[in-house]
């Protein structure tokens, strides 16, 4: 990939971190999801939420100044001053009335509270939405490469996790932290017109000391959080993989041995999520320690007051309710500190898969491939995984158009590498590879797999319906259309005579069909597509001869009129191929029609020979088993006595 893809990709991609320097940064790159330019319905949303939330703070300060005048009419204490200057009518100022008004105070704060929420809801789980999809499509971006070394159980997990993490990031940023220190200003105004500096004083040292311990215990719990995800993801790996190997799980009789590596991974989740917990604890604690220490000293100040009369009683419940409202955001900042930070531990590692660059990338403004004829050319390609062990050497060959060209040879010779640069998993490393004269790097990936066909050896289906499966190839197609391409690969029969039809479940990866069943329905998959150029990858090397010799007649129906690459083990399947390719250690070592390899008496006759011994020797074991089953099905029982 050239540097300037590269940087492109480093741009293009959102740096996320839960370390403390980066928390700033990393709210700028979520805020445009939380703000989205192409939504202004959801624009106005936050706006409304916004404007509720102010008047909501402002009612929730409010309230305690009833609450105090409700006190001072019970014990006679009201302020002349409030009627005299015809602050509030006389008649406002029962306890009763002034109780109601604290009351309507007290859910009306709640309304407005919930009105935001509500209002904000969409504009949250928009952005979830959005940054959940950004990171899908990203992971199928992403190379084969990438795809072979990952562990498809802890991937799912992170993907989990982080989208929990974007939630709370939205929700207690916006929806709560911005409400929390309107709120906190507010109170401090309000404490410091009411009583006097010395309790804005004690007030300040308080918040300050609260927030400080609140970051350094966060800070400290993070690692822990880490700790705990990086087991969680490990022992989520080893569920979904010992699941998804459950047959040979069975076979083995191994089941204690996946229940210990499960539960040894558990057993370390145990332990980091016990830390989690009882840090988190510690937390609270000293939180409220904090919080105690200010409200005893303020609650002081106040009953001295009282007491030399320069204050009334309401005025001791007033600053008591106002640090219980001031207590409620401060220990909400401290809640939405640790959820954030949280948050943020849970999505870097999600945006770390963003990260990861994308190995095979689309030239500026590539064309897409334009497939008239359907030659492909291989000019002196060289190919490795690793450096140390070359896989392709100077390969070099021509598929003419509508013909087919068959690539044998031993295990390990590099055939399925040249199906998997066919479709771009890979960019040669030296050399070019040609579709009717066009580059597969000067072309777009999406285009040059539109044209391109494949029946693998191994025919992995989706946990759907056989008719979702076979309409996968062309996802727009009809009914009749699905059902056409069943009968083309010789399955239709097969389909309608199951209870449900088409509308038949096949089971996670298709477990619920035969080996010659699911390759049917890959190569009524393929059918639909109508790919002018198609590769057939050991397609029926796992299936027994019988099965095999009935597929051969479909795929034969496939490749017609096609350009076709086959790449085979049983060399029974491509005597008919235009030529055949020998590979051995990554190098065409002959090549020619079956006859003329034959007659050359190399690798390809010896691997000819082995092949039909044993294929011959498989045809006399099943046709003794026959003559055995009709022997026994024509015997007479003796009569009876």
């Given at each position: 990939m050239n540097t300037k893809a590269k940087n492109t990709q480093a741009k293009a991609t959102p740096e996320i971190s839960a370390d403390s320097g980066s928390l700033w940064q990393t709210f700028i790159t979520l805020w445009p999801y939380m703000w989205p330019n192409d939504r202004p319905d959801l624009k106005r949303r936050v706006i409304y939420a916004s404007l509720f939330m102010v008047i909501g703070k402002i009612v929730t300060v409010l309230v305690p100044y009833f609450y105090k005048l409700a006190t001072d009419a019970l014990t006679g204490e009201l302020s002349a001053d409030l009627t005299a200057e015809k602050l509030i009518p006389l008649f406002l100022l029962?306890?009763?009335?002034?109780?109601?008004?604290?009351?309507?105070?007290?859910?009306?704060?709640?309304?407005?509270?919930?009105?935001?929420?509500?209002?904000?809801?969409?504009?949250?789980?928009?952005?979830?939405?959005?940054?959940?999809?950004i990171v899908f499509r990203h992971l199928h971006a992403l190379s084969l490469r990438y795809h072979l070394q990952r562990r498809t159980g802890g991937l799912s997990r992170v993907i989990e996790r982080g989208t929990k993490g974007i939630e709370a990031i939205v929700r207690f940023s916006i929806l709560n932290g911005i409400p929390t220190i309107?709120?906190?200003?507010?109170?401090?105004?309000?404490?410091?017109?009411?009583?006097?500096?010395?309790?804005?004083a004690i007030v300040v040292i308080m918040v300050v000391a609260y927030i400080w311990f609140t970051v350094k215990a966060s800070?400290?719990?993070?690692?822990?959080?880490?700790?705990?995800?990086?087991?969680?993801?490990?022992?989520?790996?080893?569920?979904?993989?010992?699941?998804l190997n459950f047959e040979t799980v069975k076979y083995f009789g191994n089941e204690q041995l996946e229940a210990n590596r499960f539960g040894e991974s558990m057993a370390r989740y145990e332990v980091a999520a016990t830390k989690v917990w009882t840090s988190l604890a510690w937390l609270n604690f000293g939180q409220a320690v904090i919080m105690g220490f200010g409200m005893v000293a303020c609650m002081i100040l106040s009953a001295q007051a009282v007491q030399d009369g320069s204050q009334t009683l309401g005025d001791f419940v007033m600053i008591?309710?106002?640090?219980?409202?001031?207590?409620?955001?401060?220990?909400?900042?401290?809640?939405?500190?640790?959820?954030?930070?949280?948050?943020?531990?849970?999505?870097?590692?999600?945006?770390?898969?963003?990260?990861?660059?994308?190995?095979?990338?689309?030239k500026p403004n590539a064309p897409d491939m334009i497939v008239e004829n359907g030659e492909i050319e291989f000019k002196n390609v060289r190919f490795h995984y690793d450096k140390?062990?070359?896989?392709?050497?100077?390969?070099?060959?021509?598929?003419?158009?509508?013909?087919?060209?068959?690539?044998?040879?031993?295990?390990?010779?590099?055939?399925?590498?040249?199906?998997?640069?066919?479709?771009?998993?890979?960019?040669?490393?030296?050399?070019?590879?040609?579709?009717?004269?066009?580059?597969?790097?000067?072309?777009?990936q999406e285009s040059l797999r539109s044209?391109?066909?494949?029946?693998?050896?191994?025919?992995?289906?989706?946990?759907?319906?056989?008719?979702?499966?076979?309409?996968y190839g062309r996802p727009d197609a009809s009914d009749e259309e699905v059902e056409a391409a069943a009968e083309m690969a010789q399955i239709g029969d097969f389909i309608r005579a199951l209870p449900d039809g088409f509308k038949t479940e096949v089971g996670e990866r298709g477990l619920k069909l035969s080996g010659g069943e699911k390759q049917r329905v890959a190569i009524a998959?393929?059918?639909?597509?109508?790919?002018?150029?198609?590769?057939?990858?050991?397609?029926?090397?796992?299936?027994?001869?019988?099965?095999?010799?009935?597929?051969?007649?479909?795929?034969?129906?496939?490749?017609?009129?096609?350009?076709?690459?086959?790449?085979?083990?049983?060399?029974?399947?491509?005597?008919?191929?235009?030529?055949?390719?020998?590979l051995r250690s990554g190098e065409v070592i002959e090549r020619g029609t079956h006859k003329q390899l034959l007659r050359k008496k190399g690798l390809y006759s010896e691997m000819w020979n082995r092949q039909r011994e044993a294929t011959e020797a498989e045809d006399k074991l099943r046709a003794a088993r026959e003559n055995d089953t009709l022997g026994i099905l024509g015997r007479k029982e003796p009569a009876s006595d």
């Open positions: 029962t306890p009763i009335i002034l109780i109601v008004a604290y009351n309507i105070g007290r859910v009306l704060v709640i309304a407005l509270n919930q009105l935001r929420d509500a209002l904000f809801a969409s504009v949250g789980q928009f952005a979830v939405r959005r940054l959940a999809t309107l709120e906190f200003a507010l109170m401090a105004i309000v404490i410091w017109y009411w009583f006097d500096f010395r309790y804005v800070d400290w719990r993070i690692n822990i959080r880490r700790d705990m995800n990086t087991n969680d993801t490990e022992a989520n790996s080893k569920a979904i993989d010992s699941l008591n309710a106002l640090l219980m409202q001031l207590f409620l955001p401060l220990n909400f900042i401290g809640f939405i500190y640790r959820e954030i930070r949280q948050g943020f531990a849970d999505l870097e590692e999600m945006f770390k898969l963003m990260g990861v660059e994308q190995e095979i990338q689309d140390e062990r070359k896989i392709l050497r100077d390969i070099s060959f021509k598929v003419p158009a509508g013909k087919t060209v068959a690539i044998v040879g031993p295990s390990g010779a590099g055939k399925s590498t040249i199906s998997r640069l066919l479709f771009r998993f890979y960019d040669v490393i030296e050399g070019s590879i040609t579709i009717d004269g066009q580059d597969l790097r000067d072309v777009k044209r391109v066909g494949m029946v693998p050896q191994d025919t992995v289906l989706f946990n759907e319906t056989i008719a979702y499966n076979i309409r998959r393929t059918l639909l597509k109508a790919p002018p150029i198609l590769i057939l990858d050991e397609a029926t090397s796992a299936l027994d001869t019988q099965t095999e010799r009935e597929i051969q007649t479909a795929l034969d129906e496939v490749s017609r009129d096609r350009t076709t690459v086959v790449i085979a083990h049983r060399l029974s399947t491509v005597v008919s191929a235009d030529e055949i390719l020998v």
